[in-house]
């Protein structure tokens, strides 16, 4: 069974562009979860998304925003990049809320 | 608060030696716990959980111990190998919730 997939891997881009990641998650896992990975704050949670419904939302500012698909697929959106939105996005399916969340290789964003 | 700390960010053993990580949570209503393994360049891959009704539990190689008493998560590397130098992160997951919070990591190398 295929993996969780994220894409792109790597994305370069410049202060106040927005930019969409995409993630799909284990065959028959309704649940994704997001995940920013920096140096000075670790793992720290962005959303999680159920059944095309936004569930739980971490303390993170309005402009990271993000929806799941019928097909249980999710994407997560930043807009007005900064500086500091460098970093290592995360994606995790799981089967239900409350099972195992499993990671996928993440999407190196830089913004410059 | 919202913290899952580690005792030590480096640990160093010889290879087949055993390795033991250790993890403090703050969340007494914490019920699930799960270690993470994340090689440099990859997300986070699942190593071993365990439940808040449970103790112990062991894996191929790896066994989980849990003290609720002390608010204590500890994983347990057997015969340690090159392949497991890698940071290690525990997580909890709060009761009712489904996102995950993280620890600070671990790096764990392994010395021929």
């Known amino acids: 069974k295929a993996g969780v997939t994220q894409t792109p891997r790597y994305l370069i881009k410049t202060r106040g562009q927005q930019v969409t990641l995409s993630c799909s998650p284990i065959?028959?896992?309704?649940?994704v979860s997001w995940y920013q990975q920096t140096p000075g704050q670790g793992l720290q949670f962005l959303f999680e998304y159920f059944s095309e419904t936004q569930r739980n939302k971490g303390n993170f500012p309005g402009r990271f925003s993000g929806r799941q698909f019928s097909n249980s697929r999710s994407e997560m959106n930043v807009s007005t990049l900064e500086l500091g939105d460098s970093a290592l996005y995360l994606c995790?399916?799981?089967?239900?809320?409350?099972?195992?969340?499993?990671f996928g290789p993440g999407t190196r964003l830089t913004v410059l | 608060g919202e913290s899952v700390g580690l005792h030590l960010p480096t640990l160093s053993v010889q290879e087949g030696d055993n390795s033991i990580i250790n993890c403090a949570y703050s969340n007494s209503a914490s019920d699930y716990f799960i270690w993470y393994k994340q090689e440099s360049g990859k997300g986070p891959q699942f190593i071993i959980d365990i439940r808040s009704n449970m103790d112990k539990r062991q894996g191929q190689r790896v066994t989980v111990l849990l003290n609720k008493t002390v608010k204590h998560l500890s994983l347990q590397i057997a015969a340690t190998q090159p392949g497991d130098s890698a940071v290690y992160f525990c997580a909890e997951k709060w009761q009712g919730a489904q996102k995950l919070v993280f620890g600070q990591g671990t790096r764990l190398t392994i010395n021929p």
């Open positions: 995790a399916s799981s089967r239900g809320q409350g099972d195992t969340q499993y």
């Open positions: 065959s028959g896992h309704r649940s």
